[in-house]
């Protein structure tokens, strides 16, 4: 194809919605509501859309790779955030460096595994 890609948005799960739509909006993300059971959150240009539904063995599964600039800023960030003392659920993982760069994770509220990263 010739065609130019301009971005990639996946949708996502959420066993509690509403606390969902807190937790990314604490985590940086602009909310725009799409409709009553869908949003957009969006960080610049990347993006995702939060649905208002839930299948245990699809969210357990889902990860998400989000390339930031620099992963020790990134880090000091989510620890001010304070998101563990804020959601029960949620579980951050600190930095480790691999051969290819790297990366920290977090559980959000629902256990959707994200990866905040940089390569070298």
């Known amino acids: ?3 130019g890609v301009k971005s990639i948005r996946p949708f996502i799960g ?3 919605f509403e606390l969902s739509r807190r937790f990314y909006r604490d985590l940086g993300f602009d909310e ?3 409709e009553p059971k869908l949003s957009l959150f969006k ?3 990347t993006g995702f859309y ?3 539904y839930y299948a245990k063995d699809w969210v357990d599964n889902t990860m998400i790779f989000m390339e930031v600039e620099n ?3 990134f880090w000091k960030e989510l620890l001010s955030l304070n998101l563990i003392e804020k959601y029960e659920k949620v579980r951050l ?3 480790r460096t691999m051969e290819w760069g790297k990366e920290c994770f ?3 509220p629902s256990g959707i595994l994200w990866h905040f990263g940089e390569f070298f």
């Open 1 to 3: 194809m010739k065609q």
């Open 14 to 16: 959420a066993e509690n």
């Open 32 to 34: 725009v509501i799409l």
């Open 43 to 45: 960080r610049q240009e």
């Open 50 to 52: 939060l649905q208002d």
């Open 71 to 73: 992963t020790d800023e």
């Open 93 to 95: 993982t600190p930095i």
């Open 106 to 108: 977090v559980h959000d």
